[in-house]
């Protein structure tokens, strides 16, 4: 027999708001990192949350490389800050300077990296719902690393999703199969404080769009009210 949870029905009332609280109170954390140890039991709720993430046809297409070596960790950081370097380059004026306040990482300070992967071939030859949409496993993947991201934030734990690297170099530095492809590389660990507002707001670099800006009603085009 199968069973299933009630589910309350919903109101004004409906107490989610610890839920909204951490959706807002998430941020890609960079020098907030205090180094300290993540205790055995929250690491395995953490990844428990994102193991627990819907996937397309069930394939549950990733993997978590936990990666605390400290070599390890700085050989990726120096990987990452020539390739800092390589964007910076492209910049000229307001915008250089600008970026040249901004972290892009949290490598070495926070307590561990924690790469992710996909694997197109989990579940394969035939991935119920993956005919029309090839890409439905890495978005299966991402909402993966957004359950262990709020997950997370709920322990009192910081999270940096870095993006600045190469991902042959990651496959080479943490020997992934060719053919499993590095989604991203996360600094996990206690942190002193989350920012208020996210760093790039912060910073002038970019500003979060008004929530009007990206709703359409019933097709995409000019912005509607209701």
């Not at 009630?6 to 109170?25: A, M, S, W």
Request: glycine share 8%; net charge positive; hydrophobic share 40%.
């Amino acid at each position: 027999m199968t069973t299933a949870r009630r589910v309350p029905p919903i109101t004004d009332h409906t107490p989610v708001g610890d839920l909204y609280e951490v959706i807002n109170r998430r941020r890609d954390v960079r020098a907030e990192f205090t180094g300290g140890e993540i205790p055995e039991p929250v690491l395995r709720r953490v990844l428990t949350a994102a193991h627990s993430a819907p996937s397309v046809g069930l394939s549950q297409p990733w993997d978590f490389v936990l990666v605390r070596d400290e070599s390890t960790r700085r050989a990726f950081r120096e990987h990452v800050l020539a390739e800092r370097s390589v964007f910076a380059a492209q910049l000229q004026g307001e915008r250089a300077e600008t970026f040249s306040r901004i972290k892009v990482e949290g490598i070495v300070e926070s307590s561990m990296g924690i790469a992710v992967t996909y694997d197109p071939d989990r579940g394969s030859p035939q991935v119920l719902g993956r005919h029309a949409i090839a890409d439905a496993g890495l978005y299966s993947v991402c909402l993966a690393i957004q359950n262990l991201w709020l997950a997370a934030t709920a322990e009192g734990l910081g999270v940096g999703w870095v993006s600045f690297y190469r991902e042959e170099f990651l496959r080479r530095l943490l020997g992934i199969p060719t053919g499993v492809r590095p989604v991203a590389w996360l600094c996990v660990g206690p942190v002193r404080a989350l920012a208020d507002r996210p760093d790039l707001e912060r910073h002038g670099w970019r500003r979060r769009l008004p929530l009007e800006d990206v709703v359409h009603y019933e097709k995409y085009g000019p912005r509607l009210t209701r």
